[in-house]
């Protein structure tokens, strides 16, 4: 996988799975009849919201990048490169890590709400796979960036039961 869509796939499979949790917590733990539609509903949404977010940041970051580069390399002259190929090069590829980041988030916003559909009223099942995958998100996003596997994997698990706790406390979704 090339390295500038590691980034956006964590942040879409990371935002999906605890926006989920969080909002979908009280129907996980009392499944009523057929709440798929609704979490296909809940995952596009979660899906959106991310996708939004994601190029915000994203953009930002690009054009920050580009206009420092630009005065580098022609002070004075920043805005008349604003539509060159390089420009184009990179807002395309910030349109594809957003891609990245919002399928990914579709995806992981789904793991939790399909795990419940598998587990049904064991639903401690369902939370307890979906901490365990954010765990395991942690530990690949260690070793893509070199840090200690065991806190990172603590620290996503950890990220996971307090969306499971709040989202317990505020019922989005009944």
């Known amino acids: 996988m090339n390295d500038k869509y ?7 499979l990371t935002d ?13 733990i009392n499944p009523g009849d057929g709440p798929t539609f609704l979490f296909l509903r809940i995952a596009f949404g979660s899906a959106s919201v991310g996708a939004i ?8 970051t690009v054009k ?7 005065r580098q390399m022609n002070p004075g002259h920043t805005r008349r490169v604003l539509g060159s190929k390089l420009w184009k090069d990179m807002i395309t590829d910030s349109i594809l890590r957003t891609m990245t ?6 995806a992981g916003a789904l793991i939790p709400l ?3 559909i598998v587990f049904g009223h064991y639903y401690y099942l369902t939370f307890l796979s979906s901490v365990l ?3 395991i998100l942690g530990i690949f996003l260690a070793r893509v960036q070199e840090g200690n596997y ?6 996503m698990a950890a990220i996971g039961i307090v969306m499971i706790i709040i989202g317990r406390f505020v019922h989005i979704v009944t």
């Open 6 to 12: 590691i980034f956006p796939l964590i942040f879409g």
């Open 16 to 28: 999906g799975i605890v926006t989920s949790l969080m909002i979908a917590t009280t129907i996980i």
């Open 53 to 60: 977010s994601f190029f915000t940041a994203d953009y930002a």
């Open 64 to 70: 920050h990048n580009y206009l420092r580069i630009s």
């Open 101 to 106: 980041s919002t399928g990914s988030g579709f």
């Open 114 to 116: 399909g795990l419940s």
């Open 133 to 135: 995958i954010l765990s």
């Open 150 to 155: 065991i806190f990172w994997g603590t620290v």
